[in-house]
């Protein structure tokens, strides 16, 4: 008796701990297998919280976001949150942007997830493209995932290879608002941590005036995306 209130008194205790210091950050269990070292993690990480804290757009001020970091094999690193009242779908959002960004970036060209958004439109030259790599729905639940390649494609804003001396060392990614917030604050967290050195420009580039008006203005010739809201920014 004395043993199960003792158990009951400890669980009682780790429950108001946990309510009373909430952590922004998802996964507990550190890098894993990263093949990135865990203070450049850390360094591109770190930024997140000032970021959300600019004008990226978006529908929220500050932004609330997940952010993601996969090395080049696409293992996931880490996942963070800037705010406990992000939106829980976008985790994996952020896993899979990140990963798309390395999946399709290299040392000759840079694509970001807002690049893609053209190409992979019916008509374009990498239509399908999104059945490709499925996210792995084993990983949703926060917490898991780090060590493994969870997958995923998304091909919408938020989603910025990382360079370190020309070369690809795997992907950020960043979900919680319009994707062109999210590529704002991808863009920028990327930049602060001294990891934009890519070998071309991919940075969002906008069909039309903001915000778009008519479906009819996708080129899916164009690597380029739609605008989300009247207040985009290009970062």
């Keep these: 008796m004395v043993q199960q209130l003792m158990i009951s008194a400890f669980g009682a205790l780790a429950l108001a701990v946990c309510f009373a210091?909430?952590?922004?950050?998802?996964?507990?269990?550190?890098?894993?297998a990263c093949s990135i070292p865990a203070t450049i993690v850390n360094n591109v990480q770190s930024k997140l919280a000032s970021v959300v804290q600019e004008n990226n757009g978006g529908l929220f001020q500050p932004?609330?976001?997940?952010?993601?970091?996969?090395?080049r094999q696409g293992v996931l690193c880490s996942v963070i949150r800037s705010n406990v009242d992000a939106w829980p779908g976008s985790r994996a959002i952020a896993i899979a942007k990140a990963s798309t960004a390395n999946d399709f970036s290299n040392n000759l060209t840079a694509l970001s997830t807002a690049n893609l958004y053209g190409p992979t439109q019916p008509g374009g030259s990498l239509y399908g493209l999104n059945n490709s790599n499925p996210y792995n729905p084993l990983f949703n639940a926060q917490g898991l995932g780090t060590g493994f390649v969870p997958g995923g494609i998304i091909t919408f804003g938020g989603g910025v290879a990382l360079y370190v001396g020309g070369q690809v060392i795997g992907g950020l990614g960043v979900s919680g608002d319009t994707s062109c917030a999210d590529h704002a604050?991808?863009?920028r967290m990327r930049a602060a941590a001294g990891l934009n050195g890519t070998p071309s420009n991919d940075n969002i580039s906008y069909y039309g005036s903001a915000p778009l008006t008519s479906p009819t203005q996708v080129d899916p010739s164009q690597f380029k995306q739609p605008h989300c809201t009247a207040n985009d920014v290009t970062p």
């Design 21 to 32: 210091q909430p952590s922004f950050a998802d996964d507990s269990g550190g890098n894993g």
């Design 185 to 187: 604050d991808a863009y």
């Design 63 to 71: 932004n609330r976001m997940w952010s993601a970091v996969v090395d």
